[in-house]
């Protein structure tokens, strides 16, 4: 099922045409929510839950992996700082959102390229 999903995320990122452009300017408002996907390990995806506040906090969460923060919005790009959690000082790095027609793809790039995020908003939040 894993790789089913992640096989979709892939297969979306790839082919249709975005109704924001690429490099429109995204604001924190813009991915408040609860948003469901997967971290990226060196050996395998770990199922996370991403919970961005309208204040600019957030908590990811993780099997082994807790970390809360901010997010800074800046020149029309986000960035996220976290300040508490289990390797915090790691995780800083930049949030991207793509939008093709109804579907929304968020993605989470620490700055070290360890665990690359993929997100879409959780249906039941």
Sequence with gaps: ???AVLLGMLVFAGCAPTSRPAHAPIGVQDVVGV???WLITPRDYLAATLAIHGDGSFEL???RTY???TIIGAGGALRFEA???RGAA???GTITL???GDVRLLRTARDDRLFPGRFTPDPGA
């Design 90 to 92: 790691g995780w800083h």
């Design 1 to 3: 099922m894993r790789r």
């Design 83 to 85: 300040s508490s959690g």
């Design 98 to 100: 793509d939008e093709r």
């Design 35 to 37: 948003w469901q996907g």
């Design 61 to 63: 969460s993780a099997p």
């Design 67 to 69: 970390v809360a923060g």
